[in-house]
């Protein structure tokens, strides 16, 4: 089993920044990629960001693109999303998810709340 812990949410003002951060432990040896998503009110989660744990081979949707980065550092099994510029619609909770199959999200955080004000 992989235990993900977030950190890093909060409110902010429209155009400011936060950096999530997403600590894994347990059987993190196994772990392909790590990966953010993100749910806001009445709508279903939908991917942000991805990162192979090998390669380092990002990717985004394209909402956020140019704007939030992802990076790990291997050394302390943790992931991070620097998001910049951001906007009221970035509103919603952001969730940590690390892939060990190749082939589906196996391990889920539980979520931090990022608030971006108008």
């Known amino acids: 089993q992989v235990q993900l812990v977030e950190s890093g949410g909060g409110l902010v003002q429209a155009g400011g920044s936060l950096r999530l951060s997403c600590a894994a432990s347990?059987?993190?040896?196994?772990?392909?990629?790590m990966g953010w998503f993100r749910q806001a009110p009445g709508k279903e989660r939908e991917f942000v960001a991805s990162?192979?744990?090998?390669?380092?081979?990002?990717y985004y949707v394209d909402s956020v693109k140019g704007r939030f980065t992802i990076s790990r550092d291997r050394a302390k099994n943790t992931v991070y999303l620097q998001m910049n510029s951001l906007k009221p619609e970035d509103t919603a909770v952001y969730y940590c998810?690390?892939?060990?199959?190749?082939?589906?999200?196996?391990?889920w955080g539980q979520g931090t709340q990022v608030t971006v004000s108008s």
């Open positions: 998810a690390a892939d060990r199959t190749r082939s589906s999200w196996d391990f």
């Open positions: 990162i192979t744990l090998n390669g380092g081979t990002a």
């Open positions: 347990g059987r993190t040896f196994s772990m392909y990629a």
